[in-house]
């Protein structure tokens, strides 16, 4: 069992960054693959990134591709999301996810029924 708390979100105008954090308790952070989603409201969860369990592997969704980087510290227990360049659509709940999943590529971890860990989330919102 994991438990996943998000922080660092905020109100920014466009062309700013954040930097998310992604706080996991338990000894097993590393055993996981990490991703983050995003939501706004009558929407669904909308996929944003992935990592795998080393850090070696990332990847994107066409839409922050470039501008949006995920890390992780394993010896923290912490995934990141640095987000630049924002964009008032890139405005969302965003969500830390954690996966057991053994199969890495980006259509797979696209789907949220992949990841059986999810924190609370954390408000962005990008002004115009």
């Known amino acids: 069992q994991v438990e996943l708390v998000e922080s660092g979100g905020g109100l920014v105008q466009a062309g700013g960054s954040l930097r998310l954090s992604c706080a996991a308790s338990g000894r097993t952070f590393s055993t996981y693959v990490m991703g983050w989603f995003r939501q706004t409201p009558g929407k669904e969860r909308e996929f944003v990134a992935a990592?795998?369990?080393?850090?070696?592997?990332?990847v994107y969704a066409e839409s922050v591709r470039g501008r949006f980087t995920i890390s992780r510290d394993n010896a923290k227990n912490t995934v990141y999301l640095q987000l630049n360049s924002l964009k008032p659509e890139d405005t969302a709940v965003y969500y830390c996810?954690?996966?057991?999943?053994?199969?890495?590529?980006?259509?797979?971890?696209?789907?949220?029924?992949?990841?059986?860990?999810w924190g609370q989330g954390t408000q962005v919102t990008v002004s115009s």
């Open positions: 990592i795998g369990r080393s850090g070696t592997n990332t």
């Open positions: 996810a954690a996966s057991d999943s053994t199969y890495f590529s980006g259509s797979y971890l696209a789907d949220t029924k992949k990841f059986g860990h």
